[in-house]
């Protein structure tokens, strides 16, 4: 595009990065609940297919993923802020789905809200480092290890509970 189509779309291009990690986030954020609802009512189940989703996104939208987990960091203070919004939003809807599941008796609640930000950025580093270095070759293969990461704070809170 030319730079006066560029600018008549955006002021800056901070504006620009802004404007397509939010399309990014929205999208993968839409994706990730219409997995988990098509999950059916089984907690475990509605968080694999939301983090499939979201893997599933890295792996088929590689200009979009390279935006949301790389690029974003080093765009400057309000593309970090951003950043770390989006973090937090995707925290607290897992937060508030295990809350809910554990409300059901469904699964254990998690033993802190941090818990959810924990796994949250875990699956977010894991995949800033797959986009980065392109390790493991397919973005699938950190299925299991997310798997294993809410299993193991699933069960830490499950120990933990009175």
């Keep these: 595009m030319s730079k006066a189509t560029f600018y008549e779309h955006f002021a800056n291009k901070e504006d620009c990065i802004l404007a397509l990690f939010d399309r990014a986030a929205d999208d993968l954020g839409e994706a990730m609940s219409d997995a988990a609802r098509r999950a059916g009512s089984d907690a475990i189940e509605r968080m694999r297919a939301g983090t499939r989703a979201f893997l599933t996104s890295v792996s088929q939208h590689p200009d979009f993923a390279q935006t949301l987990l790389v690029e974003i960091i080093g765009a400057g203070p309000k593309p970090a802020k951003r950043r770390d919004q989006m973090v937090q939003e995707f925290a607290d809807r897992l937060d508030a789905e ?51 990461m809410i299993a193991g704070v699933l069960a830490a809170s499950a120990e933990s509970a009175p």
Aim: glycine letters at 8%.
């Design 98 to 148: 295990n809350a809910e599941a554990a409300r059901r008796g469904l699964i254990a609640r998690f033993a802190s809200p941090y818990d959810a930000f924990a796994i949250v950025g875990g699956i977010i580093e894991l995949l800033s480092r797959q986009v980065r270095l392109g390790e493991p070759k397919d973005v699938l293969e950190l299925a299991p290890v997310i798997d294993r």
